[in-house]
């Protein structure tokens, strides 16, 4: 049997639950200095009474031990062949996950059947048909109730329209964007141009804001920024292939774009989110649980 650890943790009305089997590792969470109010997990106001934060948050540990069982098929094939890999530029470890859809499915996860958030890596299925979980990270910026703060459409169905709004945060440092994905295609365009064009899409999450747009940094991203955060993102490499990344330790916007757009030849790429991104890599012993989460993205192995 497989060991479990759990942590509860308590700061301020918010309580955050790490559960994960021996088998994983955790990476180390390192603050780095902080980004200007943003939309997403970074902004919490609502006032919840604390013994009901308990209540759920023992819930959710007993979840999660219940998840290691389900692992425990999956921590012996962590040497098996993964789309993720590490990798270090200027000096900055990140994780890359490279998914072809020629043989992988990307699919969103947001609320599961009893229309209730999943709200983290352990809730989401773990095959679809008989081809099995490769990776999973958080799909963009959501707001207190875990629900997406733009367009997010799964299986076909538009569940949140396209956001088009301004606002504080990076969400709204424009132009934002969208990842799309029908069949074995994808593409990531900024929001003005998907809102003109109106594509047809099986998945779609919005986020902002857009990294790289057709080959060149965001205008309103430059180098001498300071803000440094562990990041996550995702950008094109080819009409069918997609390069999902996550940073090991805090980097800056123009840190993170310059990693797209030079070392992964990336022409048009998206920001996710910051602080508060996650990767589950079972091939890489990596399960990050520390924090609910909204929308997920996942890849599974075609079979």
Partial sequence: MIAVNCKLGAWGHKIAVECRPTCFTQRPRVVGK??????????????????????????????????????????????????????SFRGVSYVVCTVDLHAYLVRLFWKDPQQQPYGGFDRIPRRIGDGPLAFAMNAGMYEED?????????????????????GRGNFYLKPNGILFIEGEDARIMTTERFASERPNGDFA???????????????????????????????????????????EQPVTFWEFAQLFRVRLGSR????????????????????????????????????
Avoid at 206 to 235: A, C, D, E, Y
Avoid at 281 to 300: E, F, H, N, Q, V
Wanted: glycine share 10%; proline share 7%; hydrophobic share 40%.
């Fill in 34 to 87: 902080s980004d200007k109010a943003q939309i997403g997990s970074s902004q919490r106001s609502s006032r919840v009474e604390p013994g009901e934060l308990y209540r759920k948050s023992f819930r959710r540990i007993a979840a999660l031990i219940a998840f290691t069982f389900a692992v425990s098929v999956i921590c012996p094939l962590a040497n098996a062949a993964s789309p993720c890999r590490e990798i």
């Fill in 146 to 166: 875990l629900s997406p703060v733009g367009l997010y459409v799964e299986g076909g169905e538009t569940l949140r329209a396209v956001n088009q709004r301004s």
């Fill in 268 to 303: 048009n790429a998206l920001f996710l989110d910051g602080g508060i991104s996650s990767l589950y890599a079972p091939t890489l012993r990596r399960l990050d649980s520390l924090y609910p989460m909204g929308p997920i993205i996942a890849a599974y192995v075609r079979k």
């Fill in 205 to 247: 999450t919005q986020s902002g804001p857009m990294l790289v747009i057709g080959g060149q940094i965001h205008p309103r991203i430059k180098p001498g920024s300071t803000s440094q955060k562990i990041r996550n993102g995702v950008g094109i490499l080819d009409p069918h292939t997609l390069a999902f990344v996550i940073s």
